[in-house]
């Protein structure tokens, strides 16, 4: 014998929405005495047919149980056009009527059927409507600052606040935590130390994770790329605006005070997770407690992690990725002979493209030669300590605000030249030239900042130096990636171009 479905789902308990029970009792109007069995989802929505209730009814419809489906209203079976025809498709196979009790159709004549399917498109559009509604509201609210729920991140516990004259949840450290979140960033912007070597510190000194979980690799890269940390300055704004990430904040409120949040944005995209084009990036309203500057050396290893070279013994020269060919521009390459030299480099496209630097290139006295070089260069600077005065990096921070502010006026005034008549044009080209040159001038100092800033730091490398053949691989490469850019060697001519 076959008896009727009654069929009701509720995705979630709402004032203005009717319960299940209403639901059935409604259904159970339709059946007029006949033999029913009822199929209940709550919980659950109607975008797809993944309904633990529905497949069941399904199933039994597939196994000849059903002669009718009766629900409240259609789109309480169904709010996707694609599911609804496959389903009455089922129906239509297995010869089940379909009965909205409110909506009164009839699925027996072709205009009844019509007028199904255009309720259902409705359906649909409701339900995306609401969607979209909903992630609007979402990202309107993210951009004010307020806490959007989710994880709280390690080294965080969540307070209450006000923010607009609405109350939210914000960030406050938790010093036990951020300790250790602290040192593991310590430890990887030191380019000797990989995520494996942070780990084993960790567990060799008990360093353990106060939340009960053990440390892995995945979770502390996570924490790495994670800007909720971050004291966010000008360069931090930089750094994101390079990598096509929509900034909501101006590049005035990146004080080095405030972290961020980091969104995927509105825009539907496959890009990877590391990849920041297109995410969105909102001051938070909680500070942060790691410097840009570690921040940043962190998130742009992170960025590049496979094309790191900084780490690899086997090419067997602290210099490897440093030296390029000064005829082509390509990398210089370790190749190993049988003779008392042992290693010399060559061009990786001699050959093909280049017929090479011009010379021999025998790696031992390339490496003594630069070594020498380098003892000269820090000679030109005095020995001095590791401190930067807090208010030269304030001030430094400032003329780099003000330079992105001069960048993004010239380029809204330039946007408006195709636009202007003859006297805007006038005004466009005198204001432009007075941003340039406030420009070249803040440039110039910031140059002489830099300058100033790296003879600061040379205590520690002189220091290394002066100890040099008692240093390890990774540590010598570290001296030459502070101090040198590139290595260009071309017939005889070796150029070394400094960072300081």
Excluded at 34 to 53: N, Q
Excluded at 151 to 174: F, H
Aim: with cysteine.
């Amino acid at each position: 014998m076959k008896y009727d479905a009654l069929y009701g789902r509720q995705s979630i308990e709402k004032k203005d929405s009717i319960s299940v029970e209403s639901q059935l009792e409604y259904c159970r109007y339709e059946t007029r005495g006949e033999p029913y069995i009822e199929y209940i989802d709550r919980g659950f929505s109607g975008k797809d047919t993944h309904r633990p209730g529905f497949e069941k009814m399904m199933a039994d419809i597939a196994a000849g149980k059903v002669k009718r489906v009766i629900v409240y209203k259609l789109d309480r079976i169904s709010r996707s056009i694609l599911d609804f025809a496959n389903m009455m498709e089922t129906f239509q196979r297995f010869q089940v009527e379909f009965v909205s009790s409110t909506e009164k159709f009839d699925t027996s004549t072709p205009i009844g059927r019509a007028m199904l399917n255009i309720c259902i498109v409705f359906a649909q559009l409701e339900r995306e409507t609401i969607q979209k509604r909903v992630t609007d509201a979402y990202y309107a609210r993210s951009k004010r600052g307020f806490y959007m729920g989710g994880r709280i991140p390690y080294g965080y516990r969540l307070i209450e606040t006000v923010i607009d004259n609405v109350r939210t949840s914000m960030y406050e450290e938790v010093p036990e935590e951020s300790e250790q979140i602290k040192l593991i960033y310590s430890m990887y912007a030191d380019s000797s130390n990989s995520l494996g070597d942070i780990i084993r510190y960790l567990n060799e000194h008990q360093i353990k994770k106060l939340r009960g979980s053990t440390w892995n690799t995945a979770r502390i890269s996570e924490m790495l790329r994670n800007p909720v940390y971050v004291r966010a300055d000008i360069d931090v704004y930089n750094f994101f605006q390079s990598q096509g990430t929509n900034i909501y904040n101006p590049a005035s409120d990146f004080t080095g005070y405030n972290a961020c949040y980091l969104y995927k944005g509105t825009a539907s995209s496959t890009r990877k997770q590391c990849d920041l084009a297109d995410k969105e990036l909102v001051l938070a309203p909680h500070q942060g407690f790691i410097s840009s500057k570690t921040w940043l050396a962190c998130r742009i290893r992170c960025l590049n992690n496979r094309q790191s070279t900084k780490t690899c013994k086997a090419k067997n020269s602290w210099l490897s990725g440093k030296v390029k060919c000064g005829n082509c521009g390509y990398a210089l390459t370790i190749r190993k002979a049988k003779t008392r030299w042992g290693r010399y480099f060559v061009c990786s496209q001699f050959g093909n493209n280049c017929k090479g630097a011009g010379c021999t290139i025998y790696a031992d006295i390339l490496e003594e030669h630069m070594v020498g070089a380098i003892k000269k260069k820090l000679a030109e600077f005095q020995k001095l300590s590791n401190g930067v005065d807090e208010n030269f990096s304030q001030q430094n921070m400032e003329k780099k605000i003000r330079l992105q502010q001069i960048s993004e006026e010239i380029e809204e005034l330039l946007s408006k030249v195709t636009q202007a008549n003859s006297i805007l044009m006038k005004y466009i080209n005198d204001r432009v030239t007075d941003l340039d040159s406030q420009r070249k001038s803040l440039e110039a100092e910031l140059l002489t900042d830099s300058v100033d800033s790296s003879a600061k730091k040379m205590g520690q490398i002189t220091d290394h130096v002066q100890k040099w053949e008692t240093l390890s691989f990774e540590d010598k490469q570290s001296v030459v990636d502070a101090l040198i850019k590139v290595i260009r060697i071309a017939n005889g001519n070796v150029e070394i171009v400094w960072r300081i």
